[in-house]
């Protein structure tokens, strides 16, 4: 018993080293929900804002939700001690250093500009400090990276063209718009204008199609059919609908799924372990951090560690989960070749297969 016992510790350990060192990509990380505590005092200081808490311990304590609105409304109020072009800088290459030591070799991270546009941050300031974070990381730890505008969908539209209008001067520095924030209420459709004058504009379009939402199907048709999105955030209850898979599946479309805020389907049959189901059903499913700052602090390496217990996967597959990522990414083929030849070698010196 005790040896099983001590078996079992063995083997969690040589997968979490597995995980730590194996290549990989990250496509659905929200750059404000990397603002950890810490990092937020530190910003209040330096803007002369009050917070209203003790310490950092206090704030973390506060971090308790149920339900994403109850998410939103601490994430929200977290983000107002961003107000310089600096800020934006530090948050963005706080994340990618936190990354590159995780060896993440290339992402794609969210930004909610709307949200910021609101507080008189102007548009050059936000994208500035990201961008000038994004080069330097470049630069100084190696990984590569690109950034996603999202639409905040529970926001009026005309707030998201304003947005994107303030955005297209800074057109070189985006790869792609998304839709993120409350879904209740808030399909796709809202957004259609927006999505095709971003595609207009050479933009890729990805969407929030958040778990177990209300008309959740709906929204995931709408987002393949009516957008003609490029890639689905979330996304996990297509397992309740064999003809939006088969849809997914004809346009070779990939998921970002964010296991940690919600792993599991929910509908009137059983439970369904999303990673488990998607892998299974044959889509192309990557594995993303979401929020970490306001998820334990639990960025890419401890997100994997977790599912890969939960959804029982083999090390071929945490390798094929992986190279979906590299093959989901919207970077250079030469990028692309170079992050498959980094996976290749990691599989084959540990012989494994996939
Ligand atoms: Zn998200």
Redesign the pocket.
């Known amino acids: 018993m005790w040896s099983a016992v001590a078996q079992q510790a063995g083997d969690a350990a040589d997968m979490a080293r597995f995980i730590a060192a194996l290549p990989k990509a990250e496509y659905?990380v929200?750059l404000e929900?990397t603002l950890e505590a810490d990092m937020k005092f530190a910003l209040a200081k330096r803007n002369g804002l009050d917070l209203p808490f003790a310490d950092v311990a206090a704030m973390k304590a506060s971090y308790i939700y149920h339900d994403l609105p109850s998410f939103l409304a601490i994430y929200y109020d977290g983000m107002k001690v961003l107000r310089t072009e600096q800020d934006f800088h530090d948050l963005a290459y706080a994340y990618l250093a936190k990354a590159a030591s995780q060896n993440i070799l290339y992402a794609e991270m969210?930004f909610d500009p709307q949200e910021h546009l609101k507080r008189g941050v102007p548009m050059a300031a936000v994208i500035g400090g990201i961008t000038s974070a994004r080069v330097a990381a470049a630069a100084q730890l190696g990984i590569g990276s690109q950034l996603i505008l999202c639409f905040v969908r529970d926001l009026s539209a005309e707030s998201a063209m304003a947005a994107l209008e303030a955005a297209l001067p800074f057109r070189e520095h985006l790869v792609a718009v998304g839709l993120?924030s409350d879904e209740k209420d808030h399909p796709p459709i809202k957004f259609a204008a927006h999505f095709a004058k971003a595609r207009a504009a050479g933009l890729k379009v990805t969407a929030?199609c958040?778990l177990n939402q209300k008309d959740i199907l709906e929204h995931i048709r709408q987002a393949i059919v009516d957008i003609r999105v490029d890639r689905i955030?979330?996304g996990g209850n297509i397992l309740e609908s064999p003809e939006l898979m088969a849809m997914a599946k004809a346009r070779n479309l990939y998921f970002t799924v964010?296991p940690s805020?919600s792993g599991t389907v929910r509908g009137d049959k059983p439970p369904i372990d999303v990673v488990r189901g998607m892998l299974d059903a044959g889509l192309n499913v990557t594995i993303n951090s979401?929020?970490p700052a306001y998820m334990g602090s639990e960025y890419l390496n401890e997100v994997l560690v977790k599912a890969q217990a939960r959804s029982a996967l083999t090390k071929a597959e945490l390798v094929q989960l992986q190279r979906n990522a590299f093959n989901a990414g919207w970077m250079s083929e030469t990028q692309r070749a170079a992050c498959h030849a980094k996976l290749d070698a990691f599989a084959r010196a540990q012989g494994v297969a996939g």
Do not use: R
């Open positions: 659905h929200h929900g969210f993120d929030h958040d955030d979330h964010c805020f979401d929020d």
